[in-house]
């Protein structure tokens, strides 16, 4: 069955870094956008990245545009989201998510109900 791990989330001071990690499995992975979503405390659900299925682009919430980056590795099924300049408005709940459709362009990144699996999430939380 389909499956997304998390992992590599934490305590971060505000200005630090953080490199998160999702593990896909039971599925072709190199078929599927992925996407990064958040949830902070007593707030709903944000999109945060995503990268298309063949690595060759990716898209930013404005948020956090030039502060993370996306990437993947579609030998590995894995996706990364490297998190640098954190601020305590990072905090939050983050899941990866897999796209509901195969290899698709162009994407709108936000439409969280084109979104087929989700991960457990990683929590994290920035405070000094």
């Known amino acids: 069955q389909v499956q997304l791990v998390e992992s590599g989330g934490g305590l971060a001071q505000p200005g630090g870094s953080l490199r998160l990690s999702c593990a896909a499995s039971?599925?072709?992975?190199?078929?599927?956008?992925i996407s990064w979503v958040r949830q902070a405390p007593g707030k709903g659900l944000e999109w945060v990245s995503g990268?298309?299925?063949?690595?060759?682009?990716?898209s930013y919430a404005d948020s956090v545009k030039g502060r993370f980056t996306i990437s993947r590795d579609n030998a590995e099924n894995m996706v990364y989201l490297d998190m640098n300049s954190l601020k305590p408005e990072n905090t939050a709940l983050y899941y990866c998510a897999k796209r509901a459709a195969g290899p698709e362009r162009p994407i709108i990144w936000s439409y969280l109900h084109e979104y087929d699996a989700w991960g457990q999430g990683t929590q994290v939380t920035v405070s000094s």
């Open positions: 990268i298309y299925s063949d690595g060759s682009d990716s």
């Open positions: 039971g599925f072709t992975f190199s078929n599927y956008a």
